[in-house]
């Protein structure tokens, strides 16, 4: 009864909405047959095992389809820039002339510009010029706008005080150009000057007509810099915040660490005493040099004492004539993971003995040689990897594999200390480290056995000398390069007032 008063429209809805169901019902039950997407893990090679692959891959070219591009998005149109628009930018940029700014020569051009015939020109032009590096004294000034012949008398005056090739480059030099005698002639040199050597400056000056130049020396003191202070936790950051350069801490800790381990042989108690070479001028420069002294103090008494002798850069152990009983050098700051012996190979799986000892080290770390020799070779050395052979004294060899990089080729000599290659995991490894072998007359042998005792070769007059100087340099007080240079009797007196009045002291309040 209900149905029959329900309108015809709800009825006939009704009716769709129950015949949609059935469809839906019926169109379940048929893909449920079907099953589409069966596992492809069982059933393999059968029809089954088919129809699902090629939904498997029917969905994954449906997905590829509508993968994201990556070309860029332009979010805007680029600005039109024509001459003009460009004129305008250049003429309003703050940046150096050198570089292409326009500022403060012209604006950019506009309908209302009018071009003068002639322009006022400067009377004379000051600047500075810089020589750079790979560059020539005459190239510079005739860049700088000084004309060819002005710049080779130049050359000439600089040439009979200071080599040309002697001035170091990023000199600065000033520049006074004068008025142009002709409009398309170049400016002549009026003036010039610049700093030669740390203890002299040339100054050039156009006098009579012609270019002459004035010697200008600079008073320079040499006394070495002198620096002292408690070890403390770290010897490296106590150093530095004594006022030590960096150059000489790591000079320091590069030699001091081939005497004793700088981990456990320095006690926070312990004094450091460095001296490096130090020039100071007249006109407030300074100059840091090398280091002279590296030193170790404990209980007021030295412990450890190596001083530069000689040429090159060879310190001496001032005790027991100039000996050397640190031994070998560790080649590279890790510890032992592998020694020398029968152990099982981590790649090939059987047992054999390891000829050699595996440092564990990050990659890239440098590898040093342990004591002085000459390369026998360097390249390719099968499972080795990258290697690198030293031949030393006394029928001794080295060998450091697996290196990332090789720093030294067959036949340079190296010394004590040198780098001659990185870390790497070239070859049989597992991963970063160094394999070190020892050879003695071509037997392989364990490195951790042998020692070395490396004797300085001072004796009789030249050991003499080299206490004596040791002694001299020992007695330079701590910081006094630090002081102001104080003026010469010949600046003092030049210095003084030429009036009598002027030499009277003022009044003393009372």
Known sequence: MVRESEPAWRRQTRSLAERVEAWRERAERRLDRADLAPDL??????????????????????????????????????????????????????????LGADSGRHMGATPSVVPLRAAPERPTI?????????????????RAGIGAGDAARVESLIAQNVSLGDIAPGTQIDVTLGRRPGADQPRPL???????????????ERSGGGLAVERQPIRVDSTPLRIRGLAGNSLYRSMRAAGAPASAVQQYLQQLGQQVDLDSGVRPTDTFDLIVSYRRAATGERK????????????GKP????????????FYEASGVGEQTSGLLAPVPGRVTSNFGMRRHPILGYVRRHAGMDFHAAYGTPIHAVTDGYVLSAGRAGGCGNAVKLQHAAGLATRYCHMSQMAVSAGQQVRRGQVIGYVGTTGLSTGAHLHYEMYRNGQAINPASVAYVTRALLSGAS????????????????????????????????????????????????
């Open 463 to 510: 050991l003499q000398r080299f206490r004596s100087v040791l002694a001299q340099l020992k007695t330079v007080p701590v910081g006094a390069a630090l002081n102001p240079l104080g003026a010469s009797a010949a600046e003092s007196k030049a210095l003084e007032p030429s009036r009598e009045i002027d030499r009277l002291e003022p009044a003393r309040p009372h």
């Open 190 to 204: 009026d003036a010039l000057a610049f700093r030669a050597r740390f203890d002299l400056a040339l100054k050039i």
């Open 126 to 142: 000051q600047f500075v010029a810089t020589l750079v590096q790979g560059d020539s004294f005459g190239r510079m000034l005739q």
């Open 41 to 98: 893990a069982e059933a393999i090679g059968s029809r089954r095992w088919f129809r699902g692959l090629g939904t498997f891959v029917g969905l994954s070219a449906f997905s590829l389809a509508f993968w994201p591009g990556f070309a860029p998005l332009e979010a805007a149109p680029a600005t039109r820039v024509d001459n003009e628009v460009r004129d305008e930018f250049r003429s309003q940029m703050i940046m150096p002339l050198a």
């Open 288 to 299: 840091v040099g090398d280091l002279l002294y590296a030193g170790i103090d404990r209980d």
């Open 303 to 314: 412990k450890t004492q190596l001083m530069r002798w000689g040429t090159g850069d060879v």
